[in-house]
């Protein structure tokens, strides 16, 4: 498969490239990033990258280029994944889809009326201990699982104060749309995709309200830190919802004065429950002997999986988990919480 990078920035470097590497066949005609310099260390590390360019426009317009990797912040998401699908391009697009529900929907719209792959960068679903507590869902393992409680919160977590991270523009919000996506996300595909029906939410921003007077340790993208920039999104979410299976209720932070992180999901069932430690193993306790068991399993690198399953996906013509059509319930959840906080009041679908 002959493809272009477009954003060659961390999860490009840490995460896609790793990845695109271990699997065979693939060639990175172009990496794309508007700080040049950023491609061309990835085409001088990696043997199977080509060209490094600051123009996507001429990957787009290379025939031999059949898929695009869109791994750009969330709001260039939305033009470039547009422009590379109207190039007849099939296309992987980071999470979240973009900055809000109704773009990722044109997104969507466009995909399907070309006929064009476009699966968003959900690694979640392809995680072993998900798709474990999936099937152990559909084999009616936990009964019924009648609420989900999950919690991402952190000590210090702000990443890139005052950059496109805490720029709602750019970003399209904070811990919820960073951090909340991959939980919400997998908790819908665990559950079967249930209806959302009333969903309310409160989204707060107190932590680094003065940029300047923000204490840490550590920061996440701390280069792309301004100090005289913008902080306009939620560092710390928590909210309620109904849909036609469980209910779901959570807490997140970026930051808190809580010197205790948590990043674990609740899975409660009448007949067992699960704690699912995020990106690891998970419990399960049986509601009959009280036992509970900690299986034991190799967890593949889900960055691999995602791209491999994207791969086959634009040969089958296929659409997987991950595709967009599959993922427009977890954006109409996060574009519902963020009303729902704007206005004050719980909001029915
Ligand atoms: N799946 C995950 O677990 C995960 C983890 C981290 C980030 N992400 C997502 O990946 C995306 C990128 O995040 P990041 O941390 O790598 O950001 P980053 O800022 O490190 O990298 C983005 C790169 O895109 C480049 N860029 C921006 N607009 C461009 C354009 N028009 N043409 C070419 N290059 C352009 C920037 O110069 C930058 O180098 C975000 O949407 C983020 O939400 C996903």
New binding site residues.
């Given amino acids: 498969m002959v493809i272009a990078v ?7 470097q840490n ?1 896609h490239f790793p990845a695109l590497e271990k699997i065979e066949g693939v060639r990175v005609k172009y990496a ?4 040049i310099e ?1 491609a061309e260390a990835l085409k001088d590390k990696y043997d199977m990258v080509e060209n490094a360019s600051t123009d ?1 426009q001429i990957a787009l317009a290379d025939p031999e280029v059949e898929a695009v990797f869109v ?4 709001f ?2 939305y033009t ?1 994944t547009m422009d590379a699908l109207r190039a007849d391009k099939h296309v992987f697009c ?3 889809v973009t900055i809000n529900y109704a773009l990722s929907c044109e997104m969507a719209e466009e995909a399907n009326k070309r006929g064009k792959m476009l699966n968003i ?1 959900v ?1 979640n679903r392809y995680h072993k201990s998900v798709e474990m507590l999936r099937e152990m869902n559909e084999r009616g393992e936990f009964g019924n699982i009648y609420h989900v409680y999950c919690s991402f919160r952190a000590h210090r977590g702000i990443p890139g104060l005052g950059g ?1 991270f805490t720029t709602k523009a750019e970003s399209g919000g904070g811990v919820l749309i ?1 951090w909340g996506i ?1 939980y919400f996300d997998l908790i819908l595909y665990i559950l079967g995709a249930p209806e959302l029906k009333t969903l309310t939410a409160n989204a707060y921003n107190e932590m680094a309200k003065d940029i300047k007077s923000y204490t840490y340790k550590s920061m996440w ?1 701390e280069e ?1 830190m301004d100090p005289e920039g913008t902080n306009d999104v939620d560092d710390m979410v928590t909210g309620f919802i109904r849909t036609s299976g469980s209910s779901i209720s959570f807490n997140g932070a970026w930051a808190q004065n809580i010197g205790k992180g948590e990043a674990f999901i609740d899975f409660m069932g009448d007949k067992g429950g699960a704690r699912l430690d995020y990106g690891r193993r998970f419990t399960f306790w049986s509601g009959d002997t009280l036992e509970s068991f900690e299986p034991e399993y190799d967890i593949p690198n889900m960055y691999v999986c995602e791209d491999e399953a994207f791969f086959e996906s634009c040969t089958t013509g296929v659409k997987n988990r991950s595709h967009i059509d599959n993922i427009l319930g977890s954006m109409l959840l996060l574009d519902t919480l963020y009303q729902s906080a704007e206005r004050g009041e719980e909001i029915k679908l």
């Fill in positions: 477009i954003g060659c920035g961390r999860i490009a995460a794309c990033d508007l700080i950023k996507y791994l750009t912040p969330n260039a998401h470039v980071e999470k979240p960068g690694c496109a960073d991959h993208a792309t």
